[in-house]
Structures are given as C-alpha cells and as structure tokens.
C-alpha cells in the first residue's frame, strides 16, 4: 500500500513537470523580470517617480547653459530632455554636474541620463552606456577673425608664442594636452567666460567642437570657427546612460533614432546655430 502510494505521487510529480513550459517558451517580459531580478529599469521607474533626473554641465552652448541670474536651462539638448522627460510621462529635472564629475555622477546615481553635448570617447563607455548618436563633431580652432589665416594647422598653433586656451575636465582638455608641447597652454575654468578671453587678446585659440565655435562665432562676430566641416578629429555627440540597463537604453536609443530622422533635432539645433 505504502509503495502503491508512492508511486501514485511519483506519477503525479511527473505530471506536473511535463505540463511546466521550458524556459525558452516562457515570455521574455517574464524572462527579463528573471534575469534582472532586483535590479529595476529606469524605462520603469522615472514614469513612476514622475521625474527625469538629468545630469547637466550647463556651460557648453549650444547644448546645455545656465542662466546664473534665473537658474533656468536652455540648449539643444535641454529642449531634447523635455521631450524624452514628456515621452516617459515625466518633467525634467537638471542635476549640476561639471566635466571632471559627469561620469562619475551618472555613475553613482545621482540622475537617469547626462545630455548637454557630450562626447562619445572608449573611457567614458567602459563606466557607462551611449546612446545612439545625435550629430557628428570635432575639435576646430576658434580665434579672433584678424588671425584666421595665423592658426589653421595645429602646425601653426603649436608654436612658441601662441596661447592656447582650453576648459578643465573633459575632452577640450584632453585634446590640447595630447597636442599642444611649444605654444603656452592655459586651463581656463569658467567654460562660459573663456571665449572671452580671445576677445579681450589675452589668449588666441580655443579648440573645441566644431559645433561650439560655430555657435560662438554666430554671436560674436569678431570670432571665426576655421574649417568646422573639416575639424583635426572625429567625435560623435551622444546622451549617456548608466550601464547595465539595456531596457532604459533600447528606448533612449529608438527615441534619438527618431528625433534625428524626423526633423526634430535638427529644428532645435538650428535655432542656436543659424
């Protein structure tokens, strides 16, 4: 009897375990929910939170600037995260942050996404995630419009003499310091004050984004961007993310897709640069 018993529950164990799907008929939805047990999307929580949490310089126009009287943002991508803030059933909320510290910030949480023309480089995408490009860019110099003809190669620039200035942390820096060894090089750290210092003749260039010396040279006349369409390197410009959340990325990524195929990018980068 005791034996009979136990194969009746032998038999229906068996039962039970033909009828469970296999793991690869399970719906990914619920796959997903396995694998990343613990561990929740962005793509979830900021329509939850009701907040987007942007991680911001608010020094570099065209991209991200801050009014110092008002607090208030504006720029290409600041225009981009109220419509990726609106599309996930949120408001923005910018997080200051410098160049040195952007990484870092996005890193440990402090925001969802960093927007505000950064750069795509190999060290900053071992910490975090890249979005999908929006524009592509390059360092160019920017010098007062009377020595345009004095400082097009870096040839020219790096010579004894010329003063390069250059803003601290981020890929600016990087660039100057890689390719500037005989003319004087000054780290300027006030980015939204630096291109004054050209004007005032205390230094004679700045090589920056191709982007960022079209838009300074708009609103000063005095200044000129050298060869923009032709700068010394190639860069993209793209929103970072933190990494690991694929599902957070997927979104972002279709969303930039769109925006720079459907008009959208390109009617509020030309309102800063034409």
Aim: glycine fraction near 8%; aromatic fraction near 8%; charge should be positive.
């Amino acid at each position: 009897m005791k034996r009979a018993a136990t194969l009746s529950a032998l038999a229906c164990l068996l039962a039970v375990t033909a009828a469970a799907p296999a793991a690869s008929d399970t719906p990914a939805a619920v796959r997903g929910a396995t694998t990343t047990a613990g561990k929740t999307s962005a793509l979830d929580t900021v329509p939850r939170r009701g907040v987007l949490r942007v991680c911001t310089t608010g020094d570099y126009r065209p991209f991200t600037h801050r009014d110092p009287a008002t607090g208030k943002y504006s720029g290409v991508d600041i225009k981009m995260a109220g419509d990726l803030a609106k599309g996930l059933d949120a408001t923005p909320r910018y997080v200051a942050t410098t160049w040195a510290r952007l990484v870092g910030d996005l890193s440990a949480g402090r925001c969802d996404i960093a927007m505000g023309g950064v750069s795509v480089t190999l060290p900053r995408a071992r910490a975090v995630y890249f979005s999908a490009p929006t524009r592509t860019d390059g360092k160019t110099p920017l010098v007062r419009c009377t020595d345009k003809d004095k400082y097009r190669t870096l040839a020219q620039i790096d010579r004894p003499g010329t003063r390069v200035i250059v803003n601290p942390g981020g890929t600016n820096e990087e660039f100057a310091r890689a390719h500037i060894h005989r003319a004087t090089l000054t780290v300027h750290p006030d980015n939204t004050t630096i291109f004054d210092e050209i004007l005032a003749g205390r230094a004679d260039v700045m090589m920056t984004d191709a982007g960022e010396t079209r838009y300074q040279a708009k609103i000063h006349p005095e200044l000129c961007s050298l060869h923009p369409d032709k700068p010394f390197t190639f860069s993209e410009k793209a929103y970072a993310l933190p990494r690991g959340d694929d599902e957070f990325k997927a979104y972002v990524d279709q969303w930039v897709h769109l925006a720079t195929h459907d008009g959208t990018y390109r009617k509020y980068e030309d309102a800063w640069m034409k």
